[in-house]
């Protein structure tokens, strides 16, 4: 390495080497500057985007208890123009209480196929999905709701399908298998979540005997 003995050798030097680098280098900050601020917006951005969404979302859900039909006017506008965030499969789950409490089944049926559709993860899909399947109960679809009660479910959800699926036999008159089902609910825990559950097993062995 070079050493320089005096400062005007060093201030020289200094000189010689942004003459010869000195535009590559602003050039570099400037790239690399306007990378981070654009970085650091694009992330700022896509915050408030998401805390905009949030906001509009907890307004449309106070709507849904004052103002039921406006409710149902506007989610499915929220929806369609949020469909790829969390907010609409939970907004349509709301909807398809809504319209359940106003006896709209086929809406509630299509939103919570959307719901199921557009959930960001297993748990919030699985939790329409078992509303779907006890709406289809409701309706008397008892095939419909066994089909749906049959695609995959994390293992978190095993007592509250089995329950379902017993809910079905029973109201088949396959008390046998609504027994078995029951047990399976009940052996996975069940009765934390259900405790309803040990009067239904009750209730079927004294129709059993």
């Known amino acids: 390495m070079e050493i320089y003995q005096t400062e005007e050798q060093q201030v020289e030097a200094i000189k010689s080497f942004w003459s010869e680098n000195g535009n590559s280098i602003i050039a570099g900050l400037v790239i690399g500057f306007a990378g981070f601020i654009g970085f650091n917006y694009y992330q700022d951005h896509q915050l408030a985007k998401q805390q905009q969404v949030a906001d509009s979302y907890m307004t449309l859900v106070e709507d849904a208890g004052k103002n039921p039909t406006q409710f149902m006017q506007k989610a499915e506008s929220f929806i369609n123009k949020n469909g790829g965030s969390s907010y609409a499969s939970l907004t349509a789950l709301t909807l398809a209480k809504t319209a359940i409490d106003k006896k709209e ?36 679809a008892f095939d419909k709701a066994l089909a749906t009660l049959a695609k995959p479910m994390p293992k978190a959800f095993i007592a509250s399908v089995a329950e379902a699926k017993g809910d079905v036999y029973v109201l088949q008159g396959k008390n046998d298998l609504a027994r078995n089902a029951y047990q399976t609910a009940i052996d996975n825990d069940g009765l934390k979540t259900s405790p309803n559950l040990q009067l239904k097993i009750d209730d079927l062995a004294i129709a059993l005997n």
């Open 105 to 140: 089944f086929t809406q509630a049926t299509k939103s919570l196929q959307t719901a199921i559709d557009k959930a960001p993860n297993d748990a919030i899909k699985s939790l329409a999905t078992l509303r779907l399947a006890h709406l289809q109960i409701q309706l008397k």
